[in-house]
């Protein structure tokens, strides 16, 4: 008989993985079950890009297990997990779809299909640690035509990364040609554990500017932001134009790039 999930569809909810059982998943990689010959060809999350989470907002992104089987296929289901082995207790979390069995279908072929399912995650019930940002693996199972089905512990990945904020303030304004113009901000990181913002210290951050009347930045200098992730950054006055500051990220800290502020030269 076909195996089904029997999860309990929790949206924005992280299950602790020592209470739960997989569909299916009696072993880490794909394996067909049932002497069945379905297989799981590709699984893309947040369509590859990646979940970044405040402290918060909830994000709703999609997961889609793309399988193949000689008879068809019926269905197909993703979740994602965080720890460092599938196999053994290392899981610490499990982010679970709004589909408790199998996403919606469609075929491509008369022995293909892609099936989609829908996660909104909620980071005040989810997002517990600042440890749980990084790398999440994809579990997906695929059924396939009579019966019989597939899984794959490590079928795809994703990072879900902490939201960040910057700043970007220069003065004076105006400006004399040849004097300094000292460019202030902020950057914050979003702290899961505490659910509100809080400075992201030590990490480099670039100070970038575009000349008036054009439309390409440039990085001046890179400076280090400080304990309480305050960012001061120096330069000369030469032209009108516009200043801001630009955070690289990480695997586990979004990106981000100030407003511009613009600096009036005479």
Known sequence: MRIRASLAALPGALVVASTLVFPGAAQAHERPMDGDDTTITKVVVNGGKDIVLGTSAKKS????????????????????????SFDDQGRDGVLLPAEPGSGSCSATSAQTSTCTVHFTVDPKAAMTKNAFAGTWHAYAIAYGLPSGSTSDGYAGAVHIKRNTTLTANASPEPVVHGRTITVKGTLTRANWETHAYGSLSNVPVKLQYRKSGTST???????TSSSR??????TTAK???????????????????????FVDVH
Do not use: E, M
């Open 217 to 223: 930045y440039t990085t001046l200098k890179t400076v």
């Open 61 to 84: 992104f999609t997961g889609t297990v793309a399988a193949a089987d000689p008879d068809g296929v019926s269905g197909g289901w993703v979740a994602l997990w965080h720890g460092t």
């Open 229 to 234: 992730g305050t960012v001061t950054a120096t």
């Open 239 to 261: 032209s009108d134009g516009y200043y801001r500051f630009s955070y690289a990220g990480t695997t586990t800290t979004n990106a981000v790039t100030s407003a511009s502020d």
